[in-house]
């Protein structure tokens, strides 16, 4: 008996540890011979041996589509979902391959139910290109109960301008719900500028959503665009009614150190009435280092003690000698002893040696925490 047979054998031994390393072994032999044996093993009463098996069949790759097919239509949903997910882990191959074998009957198994299958079929069609894909990705990305993410991400992938409308349909429709999805926002986004077509116009719409909730979704999301016009929405979204959207609207705006129209926003909330936007201001203008030295400075005088104790780190942080007078009149003056106590571990890193590497050692020693 050659190895491959000794190896199937093992997948039905007693012992769980010895046909999970059946399983590993047969994956990386390659042999088309391990790949029925791996899939009837995604049955196996052990959790560890049924993800083994499905990795050895991704691994196998190309060889195992057709049994992967074959698989789709297993009775079992838990056989059907990790032929799904093993299909999806070798989309890449099968498309640059262009082995096509596997559209229609990926594109007849858009009638699953199961949400998790149809979002590895909605990845393998990106990953697989042609015209037949574009349609049934068109008609999941408008099922209210569909695989939006992944469906919009083949949709960028597959290049075609025909899917601009209905992205923009659908990134309509997540915006209206009361609880909009930001992460297929976010991919229905990436899939429009893929596209050649900036959804920013869109998003100011959605900076007006009635759930401040969504509305700090979006701080999040804008703060991710790697888009120098969604400075200009982050900055009026400062005006935003609830303090918690104001403050992720700061934590966006501090990825945006190669703009300097963001500066004199994030020194305006300095002067926040919420504590918490007040203290993401402190740390996206430290962003900017020695430019933010002096607002930072006034903000020393804060009526609460957790912003100067931020302000006391950042300016540690920034390591600018100009703030040693200051931080030692904080050392010894101010009321709050965590303040004090702040200010001196910094000026032990700043005075002797302005080192920002010895002053986050020394902040993480003082284990200073964000309160909001």
């Keep these: 008996m050659d190895s491959v047979n000794q190896l199937i054998d093992q997948l039905k031994d007693s012992n769980a540890s010895v046909r999970i390393d059946a399983a590993i072994a047969l994956g990386q032999t390659g042999d088309a011979r391990a790949i029925k044996p791996l899939i009837a093993a995604w049955r196996d009463s052990d959790e560890n041996v049924r993800g083994t098996a499905l990795s050895a069949v991704s691994k196998i790759g190309l060889p195992a589509v057709e049994a992967l097919v074959d698989a789709m239509k297993h009775p079992e949903i838990g056989v059907r979902t990790k032929a799904s997910c093993a299909l999806d882990h070798i989309g890449e191959l099968m498309g640059a391959a262009k082995d096509f074998r596997a559209i229609e009957p990926l ?129 009026e979204m400062l005006k935003d009614p609830h303090p918690h959207v104001r403050s992720r609207t700061v934590q966006a705006l501090s990825g945006f150190t190669n703009d300097t129209r963001v500066i004199q926003p994030l020194i305006a909330a300095l002067a926040d009435k919420a504590i918490n936007v007040r203290i993401q201001a402190i740390h996206a203008l430290g962003e900017f280092g020695k430019t933010s030295v002096v607002p930072l400075i006034q903000m020393l005088q804060d009526e609460t003690a957790s912003v100067r104790r931020h302000t006391v780190a950042e300016l540690g942080k920034i390591g600018d000698i100009r703030v040693i007078s200051e931080l030692e009149s904080v050392a010894k003056h101010d009321s709050d002893n965590s303040v004090r106590l702040t200010a001196n571990r910094v000026l032990q890193c700043i005075k002797p040696e302005p080192s920002v590497q010895a002053f986050r050692k020394s902040v993480s020693q003082a284990s200073v925490m964000i309160i909001y």
Excluded: Y
Aim: proline share 6%.
């Design 107 to 235: 594109i007849d198994a858009f009638s699953e139910e199961s949400h998790r299958i149809r979002t590895h079929l909605a990845s393998t069609l990106g990953k697989l290109g042609g015209l037949r894909a574009f349609q049934p990705l068109i008609k999941e990305l408008k099922n209210p109960k569909g695989a939006h993410v992944r469906t919009a991400e083949a949709l960028g992938k597959l290049g075609d301008a025909r899917a601009i409308i209905p992205l923009e349909d659908a990134l309509r429709w997540q915006m209206n719900r009361s609880d909009p999805n930001i992460t297929a926002c976010q991919f229905i986004v990436r899939a429009l500028e893929r596209l050649g077509s900036p959804s920013l116009d869109l998003l100011t719409l959605f900076s007006k959503h009635p759930n401040p909730r969504s509305r700090r979704k979006l701080a999040w999301l804008l703060g991710g665009f790697n888009n120098p016009e969604a400075v200009a929405l982050l900055i």
